[in-house]
């Protein structure tokens, strides 16, 4: 089963442009790392239309930089756009879950439930990667649930800076048994309708970044701007 619903490419461009995303977005290319056309169309064998135009697709979406003469690099990590992302999900993630604990299928509580599962696997194993794709999966299950997936949609167009600091926040410290707990104990107040219970979970989760955030900065001073 693929937790992660990844958009299926269907051109060239679309293989270059979601390759290259995944890879910045999963810090496979560090933040300052520099990017080459013609690297990039040797590495996927095409021309250097689709790569340029992928270049350019990533660029408006602020994950990469194009420096006339100078070349184009994989953006840094914005912390004002981290902030408004994290935000934004708050507000709504709140929102959800309260909705969540009012009604909520029980189909997608077992999913939630055997998402659970896999994290405690992803802690076992120290799988950053699955850890990630698991958390996303969880997160975007309480939006479907509530009948709220285009707003999940909408998180995503938004969360590219976030993402990136939470993929940095996984890889540097594998101690996740705490974000394993907050979910598990938000599934028990879906279970027992406890909104106001939720409600703390989810805010006291989403305000783990803040923290995180300092943190990484001084670890990682050239990955931010």
Not at 86 to 93: N, S, T, Y
Not at 116 to 124: D, S, V, Y
Not at 132 to 157: I, M, P
Request: aromatic content about 8%; hydrophobic content about 40%.
């Amino acid at each position: 089963m693929d937790l992660t619903k990844k958009i299926q490419p269907v051109s060239t461009r679309d293989v270059v442009y979601h390759s290259i995303r995944e890879q910045i977005l999963r810090l496979e290319l560090l933040p300052g790392t520099g990017l080459s056309e013609k690297e990039i169309s040797v590495q996927f064998n095409v021309s250097r239309t689709p790569v340029r135009e992928s270049f350019v697709r990533l660029s408006q979406e602020g994950l990469l930089e194009v420096y006339p003469q100078r070349g184009t690099f994989v953006s840094l990590i914005d912390t004002e756009l981290v902030e408004e992302a994290r935000f934004m999900r708050e507000q709504l993630e709140r929102a959800v879950i309260r909705l969540a604990c009012a009604s909520f299928p029980a189909s997608r509580l077992a999913d939630l439930k055997a998402n659970l599962l896999l994290q405690k696997a992803g802690i076992e194993e120290l799988d950053h990667n699955r850890m990630f794709e698991l958390d996303e999966a969880y997160h975007r299950t309480l939006f479907e649930g509530c009948n709220k997936s285009n707003t999940w949609a909408v998180l995503g167009q938004i969360n590219a800076h976030l993402n990136r600091s939470r993929m940095l926040r996984l890889t540097t410290d594998h101690h996740w048994e705490h974000l394993y707990e907050q979910h598990t104990q938000m599934v028990q107040a879906i279970e027992n309708q406890d909104a106001a219970r939720a409600d703390q979970l989810m805010s006291e989760h989403m305000s783990l970044s803040i923290h995180d955030q300092q943190l990484l900065k001084e670890k990682y001073p050239a990955y931010f701007k």
